[in-house]
Nanobody, 126 residues
Framework: QVQLVESGGGLVQPGGSLRLSCAAS????????MGWFRQAPGKEQEFVAA????????YYADSVKGRFTISRDNAKNTALLQMSSLKPEDTAVYYCAADVHRSQTASRQHSEYDYWGQGTQVTVSS
């Protein structure tokens, strides 16, 4: 079992920055891939970013590439999503997820993830 808790969401103006954190507990954090997804009102959940267990391999949606950075601190059992140059279209509930069957790479597919956090709201508005 893996428990995931997101934090760091909030209200930010366009062009601003936020850093989301995902605290993991349960299975050895360093042994599995992590991902971030988001869901805006009235839209399907979409992939944002993912990272392999060592952190060497990272993956991004085209819509956030160059603006968001995913990282992890295995010593602290934490995955991070640094978001910069935020746009109103980034407004969504952001979820972190763990794929305990994958370590060397990370998936963009929602169905590949086994455990999910409760989500944290990010609102980009002036």
């Amino acid at each position: 079992q893996v428990q995931l808790v997101e934090s760091g969401g909030g209200l930010v103006q366009p062009g601003g920055s936020l850093r989301l954190s995902c605290a993991a507990s349960g299975r050895t954090f360093s042994r599995y891939a992590m991902g971030w997804f988001r869901q805006a009102p009235g839209k399907e959940q979409e992939f944002v970013a993912a990272i392999s267990w060592i952190g060497i391999n990272t993956y991004y949606a085209d819509s956030v590439k160059g603006r968001f950075t995913i990282s992890r601190d295995n010593a602290k059992n934490t995955a991070l999503l640094q978001m910069s140059s935020l746009k109103p279209e980034d407004t969504a509930v952001y979820y972190c997820a763990a794929d305990v069957h994958r370590s060397q790479t990370a998936s963009r597919q929602h169905s590949e993830y086994d455990y999910w956090g409760q989500g944290t709201q990010v609102t980009v508005s002036s």
